[in-house]
């Protein structure tokens, strides 16, 4: 079978490279254009060593693609920029958008947390959120998919399940997540260094971090109320993974075994979510590098109070990973095409 | 003025040599001597090449000790095993513990969480709990110091002046803590293994962590109510270094702003506990090898909550650190002296 | 075409879960028998988180496998007790052996290195040298290939073509490795625990480290003339990854670009060996989980002198990955199978 | 006695943080002045939160300080920039400079390695190089301090009394250096960030590191003829600390153990410079956060060579740590005053 030929605007970050990574090996796919206006006319060698190796196009600026024989965009820009380049692209194209731009179905709580207006209001709204095991339906017709951001595709597998089966008090969440280095991007800031994320541990965007209202939009609507969660975002000393664990409420008697019950049903057929096996805590050391994610159910000391604990790669099923999954399901290929490597550890 | 001579039971584990690079630049101490059973007859430089320039007395076996000239002893052993020891040392000996033995004032409590009978009760009934910042007076006069563990310190420096001002609702609070790996100690163990715990995070004591109901001990003595907390630990790719990130409902309309007036208050004369500056948040790296105790109080969006972050060196101010502090008091000397040592960053 | 069934020997450490990493996404393998002695019973999901999602036969004792459908062995063991273990397994079996016990052709210098009498002499005749580059035809005839040790890999892939090409003085090497942690293996030893091997840098193993007779054996036999090399391994606070930094004397007025021109010509048609693209140095970033070996060569200052450059990640090239390698040259499966992916950078 | 006013100019790179850090615990002084032209304006607490709770001085303008009560500056500008600044300091200040720009005695090496003309060729005949236990009785005298490089330290102290007891031969030196990364300062580069620098392993600036004109300049004045030496530095994921791996010929059937010998004479009354216990390497981890330098001395198994190891902290001994080595010697203190600080392990 003729291999889909693909392309990748914004290829000189770490979800952009991790999308070739995948893609490289991915049978289904020919890597047709690498697009990255600050690197144009380099090759990715010189940009991303590690994939010197292989054969690839050279980078060249968004303007300069030939996008004729392309059928599939993965777009890995930073927020707030993707939507006017989204916007241009010729409609033959499908698009799969790494960024936060087409992921919040309220025009008005995007201007809030991203602080404008969006640009493309009009392709908002045919956007289907791309978190697989919910919306699969939706994504396999989906001319544009919004992948989730990497802390809501690990907190919402592990609630949505939770709220929908009225399990837990969804008005009641507190969401205290960590995450590697690699979730802040390639660009040069301080907090980034070396020096100042090693040997150490930060807090950050506390009560303010825009993946807020993207996890509140879809336990809202799993829950059929309006909620606000606390979330709590912590930079870890290691490049790639993330953890979050949620406290939760239960609802009307149900216990832990309960919520294990929910998750082990809703996601029995599904090739890349697992429960933790026993004797196991979910860490982010046992998915690095693929796309599974770990869950792990605790009863708390505390009566009527449960731990929910979900971990991830956030550069594959938490960007790159996911990206393809649904890129699959778009072109009727085997939703684990490609994306199948075992985690590397250690 | 003659310096103190200073005993150290357990020399060979992480707290017992931070207390030995401490002690060996404490103006008013002299380490005489130096106990770990297992490395009898070992030159310390052998057992720690960090501290070889130090000219310290060969390690011994604890019986071998002669205390005649000895005025305090710092003890490092693990927990469940310096009751039998400490219960045995002359009585001329002040005695600054800093396992978990003495800190429960409830043998039954004891009994349950360490699965066994404490051997030696009636020294803890005189035991003073030695958070050295609310049992000062205590401390001055006490025989014997159960030096808190590094989790309660960290917790209970942030939450007892809030749950004695009646600002947090002590029977709702979640607590999810992180720590370096040093925090288990120098014992072989395949999780603390560079390759299991380095580039990952992993939670552990899931609702079993013997830190429990330690806090609980003192959040319920401070509000008055016997309280269960939620407290999840989880083990982070660093060696050194502590952060709670404590979740509470705040009582009675009081505002994140009266946490922090409240905490500036209680602490404004403590030479080693402070706010964060503007704009900074908490982290462990601003602590690293200090005494020092930073903390962070945050309104959380969800109404009427708040997000307190408090962060240590769990060997300094988790233990050897805070063991000195409390010498200092206990022998009349300056409560800072030996302990002025800046943080080291990065 | 039907998968050929292996097994592997010794399935609890690195090497071991590295093979079964890269085999489960082999499409001409089917893992059949995974044996440890020390683990038998268990899942390997208990053993290995990250491979909890594959379906793998559960862990049994060596002499409870089942060899009788199966077609080849790859042993995991640690040096000297494979080949007690690999003499007495069925001769049908052809054996890929990832420890010490047959790379040595002479037996007295075996017995001088590792200490004691081999004990499968026979068989050692018979051992193909598993450099897969440069053993390529002897391999695809063995029925047992000892794979190389991780450092001689790094080391012969960038020194045998040079010192056959006749450009560098085989007599004067100076051999400057390092490693991460994972060389060491899973044993519980203190100086690999995280807070002794992290934030540091340690040399070990100087002027005594056993892959020493390994490499001088194929120089030697490469150069016409035995030598004796130096070789100073350090180990580096991270999990994967070996750079060896090889100081050598130019020989008859050759320079830094014939090296190159020679290494060039020596790997052009390899599907695993590469020079560094222009402007990168090789790192170990960018071959960590790959098979790759990346290689760079440049003129000292000390006139006649060149610093030789070379890096893979030490459980696949040096172990995992070559023993494959060399499985798929036994079986006539394309070289590369099984080992495409990229490397996993960040 | 009144503490000396000292001041530190270029306040908010790592080299002036770890002043700053040990300056506040010297007795001897008292932190008058703190400059930075990019950051002026801003509390200390701001730029480096970890000095947040010592009593500071606003960060100013290099032309806002007044010098008139202040006796010594110490300079962490970077390299090229310092020699401008210095020339009009007025001439009551004694300097001690921790750039590069004072320590090339030839104003033609220094124009070649640093791309330009030096701006204060003047001072440069009257400075001394710092390296404090070879130039003690000149530093005493000194008005102006050139601190050595953090690499050059670690490298002349190993090798200059080898050189000079006519022990190794110093026209054949191969010296493998390995540094953390704060050794490249706080300035926003793409490859410190965490996740290019974290979990691997780099060589740079290799056969064109700034610091190998000056290794050579004090090898041939202690040799007595010019040489040119290899000088190969290694990027390694730990923040502090620095092992330079030596490689020398012995000369005149020199023995390893002629070079201890010599080493433990020339250092017998160093209260900083020690060779590493019987059986202990010298490793980075051993002398982290002190002004420690620990040496080993190893046979090669190739005949006549040896294996010389020495490993410091790069920005204390390598930096602060012998800047205020040298201020005390400059103001006639106890050298070791304010450096007492033991080794922060783990």
Redesign the interface.
């Known amino acids: 079978m003729a291999r889909i030929k693909i392309g990748v605007i914004g290829a000189s970050g ?1 979800t952009g ?1 991790d999308l070739v ?2 893609a ?2 991915h049978p289904g796919m020919e890597i047709a254009v690498l697009t990255a206006n600050s690197h144009a006319g380099k ?1 990715m ?2 940009v ?7 054969k690839l196009p050279t980078l060249i600026k968004n303007e300069e693609a030939d996008w004729s024989k392309v059928e599939a965009v993965f777009c890995g820009l930073p927020h707030a920029t993707s939507q006017a380049v989204i916007r241009e692209l010729p409609k033959h194209l499908k698009v799969i958008d790494m960024s936060a731009d087409f992921r919040l179905r309220d025009a008005a709580v995007y201007e809030k947390w991203y602080g404008g207006a969006h640009q493309a209001l009009d392709l908002q709204k045919d956007a289907v959120y791309g978190l697989t095991e919910h919306y699969r339906d939706d994504i396999k017709t989906a001319r544009l998919v919004a992948c989730p951001g990497c802390y809501p595709t690990a907190v919402l597998i592990m609630l949505l399940p939770l709220v929908k089966a009225g399990l837990i008090d969804a008005s009641d969440l ?1 969401i ?1 997540a ?1 995450s ?3 979730g802040a991007g ?1 660009s ?3 907090n ?13 965007g ?3 971090h825009r993946h ?1 209202p993207e996890i509140e939009q879809e336990i809202s609507r799993a829950g059929g109320a309006q909620v ?3 979330f ?1 975002p ?1 930079l ?6 993330e ?1 979050c ?1 949620s ?1 939760a409420k239960l609802k009307g008697g149900a216990t832990a075994a309960d919520c294990v019950a929910a998750l082990e049903k809703h996601y029995k057929d599904e090739p890349f979510v ?1 429960m ?15 796309n ?1 994610v ?1 869950l ?1 159910v ?6 009527g ?1 449960v ?1 929910l ?1 979900s ?1 991830l790669d956030n550069l594959v099923k938490g960007s790159a990973g996911q990206a393809i999954q649904n890129f699959n399901l778009m072109f009727g290929l085997p939703e684990s095409q490609g994306l ?7």
């Open positions: 770490y490279s990574r995948l490289a090996c090759a060698a010189e991303f060593p590690h994939l010197a190796h292989l507190i205290d960590k590697g280095v690699s390639r040069l800031k301080q980034v260094l070396f020096c100042e994320a090693g040997e150490g541990l930060s807090p950050y506390v009560a303010s807020s606000i969660v606390n709590t912590h870890i000393p290691m490049s790639r993974g953890l664990t406290y697992f933790a096996p026993k004797g196991v805590m979910p860490s982010t050391q046992y998915v690095r590098g693929s599974n770990m792990g605790y009863a708390d000391r505390v009566p109070r731990i604990i971990t199948e490597q075992v985690a590397l550890f250690p």
